[in-house]
């Protein structure tokens, strides 16, 4: 069977590599449709699997006014999922899997016309439009129509699985795959253990986006700079999709300079493999999340974890045994489990295993074969 795998921005490439060694171990022949590289980004999809045609002329920001940047990339998007569909109908594909749908209505169209010949599944990353950030309101617009389109729709977790139930929508759609282990490509260093004067190291590592709670984490250190001081460090490391300076301001207006270190922007695989041996407590203060690829990244190198008790660490941080839940947006309690941990260095028994990206092949290969659920 040929699947043809829809991820027009990239949005999950780590992701889309671990589910195509899956596919391909299983006796998939795949091809992703997908956009083309951009300058300095390296290609991690296998070869020959990479059919680019979505926003060739337009994925650029810099090559339009502001203003036309949107609809611009608006029309390439259905200009990209028109060759969707002929490639689908010139490659006989059995399934189409979408990993994402950027304008959901006519996403929506494009698969209603697909399901006629192929198999339409949908992973849905993100029950809620991409973790309440801000956008257009062609993409929120009916996200949840390709979900009651799509023959079957693949969530990470029981708490998404309930969430879109919820909503609605077909519990014999449901298919519950957890996401894979994602790994960097060189070895991690050793570090000895930490002697008891050093400050116990805590990390929010990942792309920076309002949703991920940085300002609460900020003020959850105020709250507790005269305890945590000389006991703690707090590194934030990640590219930022969000405007930084506010929170540098806030910051240096609490006097926590000394607790917090910025480290903005985009880091090599070695820079990350040095800041995962020097962390002790990777923390997660989300205001929403189903699955998150750092988790996915962070959780077998069994570290302690603080994070709010939505999504993936809803299920997986079992207090007091690798982690502490916190509720969301609740500084005082994440200024509390900061001390806490600070104090009495806590080291989970072990790191949480994710299933093997064959075993995710497999479930995912079985399910292009399901027969359709109707609404």
């Known amino acids: 069977m040929t699947v043809v795998l829809v991820d027009p921005s990239r949005f999950t490439q780590p992701y889309d590599v671990g589910l195509s060694r899956g596919l391909i171990a299983a006796g998939l022949r795949i091809l992703w449709a997908t956009r083309p590289l951009r300058y300095g980004e390296p290609e991690q999809l296998p070869e020959g699997t990479v059919r680019d045609f979505f926003y060739r002329r337009f994925d650029r920001p810099d090559l339009l006014p502001s203003f036309l940047r949107g609809p611009a990339k608006g029309f390439s998007h259905i200009a990209g999922l028109f060759k969707l569909m002929a490639l689908a109908r010139r490659e006989n594909a059995g399934a ?9 209505i006519f996403d929506a169209l494009a ?4 399901k006629r010949r192929s198999k339409i ?3 849905v990353h993100d029950t809620i439009p ?5 956008i257009s309101t062609l993409q929120n617009l009916g996200f949840d129509l390709p ?3 799509a023959d079957a729709v693949i969530v990470h977790t029981e708490t998404a699985a309930r969430r879109l139930i919820e909503r609605g929508h077909v519990a014999g759609k449901m298919h519950v795959i957890p996401h ?9 260093p050793i570090r000895a253990p ?12 990942g792309q920076i986006k309002p949703y991920k709670g940085l300002d609460i984490l900020v003020e959850a250190v105020s709250r507790v700079k005269e305890r945590l001081a000389g006991r703690a460090r707090v590194i934030v490391a990640g590219a930022a999709y969000m405007d930084i300076e506010p929170v540098r301001q806030e910051i240096a207006r609490s006097g926590i300079t000394d607790l917090i270190e910025l480290r903005i922007g985009r880091l090599s695989e070695e820079e990350m493999a040095q800041l995962f041996a020097d962390t ?3 923390v997660f203060p989300y205001r929403q999340i189903d699955a998150s690829g750092v988790y996915y990244l962070t959780a077998p190198l069994g570290k302690w974890m603080i994070a709010s008790k939505v999504g993936i660490f809803a299920d997986n941080v079992l207090d007091g045994l690798n982690g502490d839940t916190i509720p969301v947006n609740d500084p005082e309690t994440l200024a509390e489990a900061l001390v806490n941990c600070a104090v009495k260095r806590p080291l989970p028994d072990r790191g949480t295993a994710a299933p093997s990206w064959d075993t995710i092949g497999e479930k995912t290969c079985a399910l292009y074969q399901i027969s359709p659920v109707g609404e």
């Open 280 to 282: 002790d407590c990777f």
């Open 111 to 114: 698969m209603q016309v697909m």
């Open 96 to 104: 189409i899997h979408f990993q994402w749908t950027i304008l959901p």
């Open 121 to 123: 599944v949908l992973t």
């Open 180 to 188: 894979g282990p994602l790994t960097i490509n060189v070895e991690m």
């Open 147 to 149: 979900i009651r389109v």
């Open 194 to 205: 930490r002697d008891a004067d050093e400050p116990w190291v805590f990390t929010l590592f």
């Open 130 to 134: 991409f973790n309440g950030e801000k």
